[in-house]
C-alpha cells in the first residue's frame, strides 16, 4: 500500500509553543523510528518503537521531547515549549519486523518545524 | 561511541564519469551498513546494505563492499547519469548502539550533462 506520511509537512512555531507531528507508518510495520535532521547533517536518531513499546528514547535531546505510539501503529511527536533549536527537518521511519538492525527503513517525507 | 565518517561534499561530476564516495565507519561488534539516497524533493529511500564483512551491495549499478580490515564501505558507480544527482547517506547499525541507526552527514552529489 502507501508509504510513510507524515503530517503535517511545514510547521511554523512561535518560540514556547507546543507542537505535535504525526507518522502513519507502512500498515503491519512493527518497527517505528524518530529521527531529527539539521540542515545540511544526517538524521539523528531519537526513538525507537517495537509495536506500541517505547524501546530506545536515548536519542531524545531534552524531556521537552515525547513520543507515543499507543495502538501500535500511528505515532505522535511532541515537542513541548519549542526553542529555535528545535528548527529541523523530523522524520519517521519504519521497518517490517523488529530485526531492525539488518532491516530497511522506508523513511517518510518529514515535517519540516520552524521555530520563530 | 559507534560513529561514521563520510567524505564531504558536494561532488561534481560529468555525466559518464566513475563516482567514489568514501564512508568510514568505527563500531564495536559487526555493524550492517548501509547507503540510503536522498533525490530532490524525496525522502530517503534504502540504495544498498551489506550485513557481514566482504559482502556486497550493490543496487542500480551502485556498489559497496565491506571492509572489515579497513572498517570502510565506499560507494562506487563506473558511470554515472545526471538522475543520480542527490544527496547519498551512509550509515550503521550495531547491536552496540541498541536500536539506532547512525548516519553520516552526507554527501551532496552532481552530475552535469
Known amino acids: 500500500g502507501a508509504g510513510v506520511s507524515q503530517s503535517p509537512r511545514y510547521k511554523v512555531a512561535k518560540r514556547g509553543q507546543d507542537v505535535a507531528l504525526r507518522c502513519d507508518p507502512i500498515?503491519?510495520?512493527?518497527?517505528l523510528f524518530w529521527y531529527q535532521q539539521a540542515l545540511g547533517q544526517g538524521p539523528e536518531f531519537l526513538t525507537y518503537?517495537?509495536?506500541?513499546?517505547?524501546?530506545?528514547k536515548s536519542g531524545l535531546p531534552s524531556d521537552r521531547f515525547f513520543a507515543e505510539r499507543p495502538e501500535g501503529s500511528v505515532s505522535t511527536l511532541k515537542i513541548q515549549r519549542t526553542q529555535q533549536e528545535d528548527s529541523a527537518v523530523y522524520l519517521c521511519?519504519?521497518?517490517?519486523?523488529?530485526?531492525?538492525?539488518?532491516?530497511?527503513?522506508?523513511f517518510g517525507p518529514g515535517t519540516r518545524l520552524l521555530v520563530l | 561511541g559507534n560513529s561514521v565518517t563520510q567524505m564531504e561534499g558536494p561532488v561534481t561530476l560529468s555525466e559518464e564519469a566513475f563516482l567514489t564516495i568514501n564512508c568510514t565507519y568505527t563500531?564495536?561488534?559487526?555493524?550492517?551498513l548501509f547507503w540510503y539516497v536522498q533525490y530532490p524533493g524525496e525522502g530517503l529511500q534504502l540504495l544498498l546494505k551489506?550485513?557481514?564483512?566482504?559482502d556486497k551491495g550493490s543496487n542500480k549499478g551502485f556498489e559497496a563492499t565491506y571492509r572489515k580490515e579497513t572498517t570502510s564501505f565506499h560507494l562506487e558507480k563506473g558511470s554515472v547519469q545526471v538522475s543520480d544527482s542527490a544527496v547519498y547517506f551512509c550509515?550503521?547499525?550495531?547491536?552496540?548502539?541498541?536500536?539506532?541507526?547512525?548516519f553520516g552527514a552526507g554527501t551532496r552529489l552532481f552530475v552535469k550533462a
Open positions: 521511519a519504519s521497518s517490517l519486523t523488529t530485526s531492525g538492525r539488518q532491516e530497511t527503513q522506508y
Open positions: 500498515s503491519g510495520h512493527v518497527s
Open positions: 518503537f517495537q509495536n506500541e513499546a517505547q524501546l530506545d
Open positions: 563500531a564495536t561488534g559487526y555493524p550492517s
Open positions: 551489506a550485513t557481514k564483512a566482504d
Open positions: 550509515a550503521l547499525s550495531a547491536l552496540t548502539g541498541g536500536f539506532k541507526t547512525i
